[in-house]
């Protein structure tokens, strides 16, 4: 882990909420595989949440342990990846504030992520002045840590193109490489729907699996999921694209020759959607089963989850610490010495 040719990876999550199978699918699967390849950081955005949960500030923090308790129970190992806390690392701030000097408002205006959720939020002209500089402090949050990964979804891509023009912009004006690229690294695996086929899985949408769901949470899900509208009997063609039960066996059937024969038949008619959906409830009551049994352990253990909080995020100051000295020193901020 110490290994400094390893590469180093930063990522995290907003703690808006618990996270779901969306997350498993898109992120999280591959980061407890990543945590043997690379020193992984793992962040949990509570200052970022905040800038869009302007007096909902009780949620954002009441879903720190939560989202650490997904990580936990998915099979991050604390001692392999470093889970901290932004709002606990002051370096995060005072990095991001030298970083705000190099971009100009229209460039952070034309951030498209950003566009799109001032439209989602319905900001219009009353941007909170944080929200419209997040990108800034996640450029802070990645360059602290010298990260050469960052491994996220596609819509933060444009994150990581404004934290390299921050970085050029950065070693460009103190006259050295302070500040490192990295790459964005994105999932290939197609995006999960809600259980109502709208495009995003999301708690807030109220069309999510969550990773702690009870055995009769999963079962309702599964019951309740958007399937082909005009299947009304099994003998009748049932489409397959669209279909959410079968993008979930897609995601979570390791059989795809199972799948696909069921595929064909549900196309030709005569295969019923309990029947499909019978499939796809065991396939995820047994991916979950495991997972809720590890949250429900670290739930009973709230200190020690806040323990690994705690040394996480001293690991991730002192790590922050240094490139904020090399930054003060390449800025001239030092002065009562280094
Ligand atoms: N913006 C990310 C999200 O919405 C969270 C985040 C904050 C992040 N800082 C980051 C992701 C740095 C990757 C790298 O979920």
């Known amino acids: 882990m110490t290994n400094a040719t390893q590469p180093i990876i930063l990522t995290g999550d907003r703690t808006t909420g618990p996270l779901h ?31 869009d949960n302007v007096g909902r500030h009780q949620k954002v923090t009441e879903n720190v342990v939560e989202v650490a308790l997904d990580y936990l129970a998915v099979g991050i ?9 932004q709002s606990q690392v002051p370096e995060l701030a005072e990095l991001t504030q ?3 000097n190099l971009v100009t408002v229209s460039r952070l205006e034309r951030n498209p992520t950003i566009k799109e959720e001032i439209r989602l939020r319905g900001f219009e002209r009353d941007i909170p002045a944080g929200f419209l500089t997040y990108p800034v402090s996640q450029a802070a949050d990645i360059t602290a840590f010298k990260a050469t990964l960052v491994p996220v979804g596609d819509d933060q891509q444009p994150m990581i193109e404004q934290t390299n023009e921050l970085v050029r912009r950065f070693n460009l004006t103190v006259g050295r490489e302070v500040l490192v690229e990295c790459v964005a690294v994105l999932s290939h695996v197609p995006r999960l729907p809600g ?12 069309n999510a699996i969550t990773l702690g769901a009870t055995p009769d949470e999963i079962s309702k899900a599964v019951h309740d999921m958007y399937t082909d509208p005009n299947h009304l009997r099994v003998s009748d063609p049932g489409q397959v694209e669209g279909n959410v039960v079968f993008m979930f066996l897609d995601a979570f059937d390791p059989d795809t020759a199972a799948v696909d024969e069921m595929k064909a038949h549900y196309r030709r ?5 309990s029947v499909v959906k019978r499939r796809l409830n065991e396939r995820l009551q047994a ?9 429900m352990q670290f739930e009973r253990d709230r200190a020690g989850v806040l323990e690994i909080l705690r040394q996480g995020t001293m690991r991730a100051r002192e790590a922050a610490g240094a490139t904020l000295s090399e930054v003060k020193g390449a800025l001239g901020l030092n002065y009562f010495g280094s």
Do not use: C
């Open 269 to 273: 008619g005569g295969l019923g959607d």
């Open 21 to 51: 199978l969306g997350h498993y699918i898109g992120s999280l699967r591959s980061r407890v595989q990543l945590q043997h390849e690379a020193k992984q950081f793992l962040l949990l955005a509570d200052t970022q949440a905040m800038t």
């Open 77 to 85: 190992d604390p001692d392999k990846s470093t889970i901290f806390i």
């Open 195 to 206: 259980i109502d086929g709208k495009a995003k899985m999301s708690k807030s949408l109220g």
């Open 98 to 100: 030298y970083l705000l």
């Open 287 to 295: 991916l979950i089963a495991p997972i809720r049994e590890r949250r």
